[in-house]
């Protein structure tokens, strides 16, 4: 009988605990395809998932340290700090396809939170055209029929994972379409 007590609470207790993790589970959101990479993190190269941003609203850039377009990190910043409450991150992808950006990571971090006070999530540097491009790159050019042209390039992606736009160098982080766009994703549920 004690068998019998012991194997039917054990039994109860599993049940309880197998019905409660899928509950939990669910809270999160999915990962959609779009995110579903890992990146080395830009200060410290530990392997970060872009899947941390599920739900979010991601403005994704390719960046460099020696390039016209650079000071657009200030703008990149202000525009995070300005709707992170809100669900916006800013993904910055330091890239040496246009041979602006010569430094290694830790010179890269250095440069960008020194010069710039950037705060939002940097990668370390790949590729982000062509062949060799990275996954989630080849991703956004696939969706958007458009590579990177040159540095400073945008992509907007919804909370859901579904690529919305993209957006030339030449489109800075205050101009008022791209910043439509922005509050349209955010107000999006």
């Not at 460099?64 to 990190?73: I, K, N």
């Amino acid at each position: 009988m004690l068998k019998t007590f012991s194997l039917m609470a054990a039994t109860a207790l599993l049940g309880a605990f197998v019905t409660a993790a899928p509950a939990h589970a669910a809270d999160a959101p999915a990962c959609p395809v779009t995110l579903n990479h890992q990146f080395p993190r830009l200060q410290d190269e530990k392997p970060q998932s872009l899947c941390q941003y599920s739900g979010k609203v991601l403005l994704v850039v390719n960046t460099a340290s020696y390039c016209g377009f650079t000071p657009q990190y200030q703008g990149l910043e202000a525009l995070y700090a300005r709707y992170r409450d809100r669900g916006l991150v800013v993904l910055g992808f330091p890239s040496n396809d246009f041979a602006q950006e010569g430094g290694d990571n830790k010179q890269i971090a250095d440069f960008c939170e020194n010069t710039y006070g950037v705060k939002f999530p940097m990668f370390a540097k790949s590729t982000v055209r062509g062949a060799q491009a990275n996954g989630l790159y080849r991703q956004l050019a696939q969706a958007t029929g458009r590579q990177p042209l040159w540095n400073f390039h945008k992509y907007l992606v919804g909370r859901d994972g579904r690529v919305i736009a993209s957006y030339t160098s030449m489109t800075k982080p205050d101009d008022a379409e791209l910043v439509r766009d922005i509050e349209k994703q955010l107000g999006a549920r």
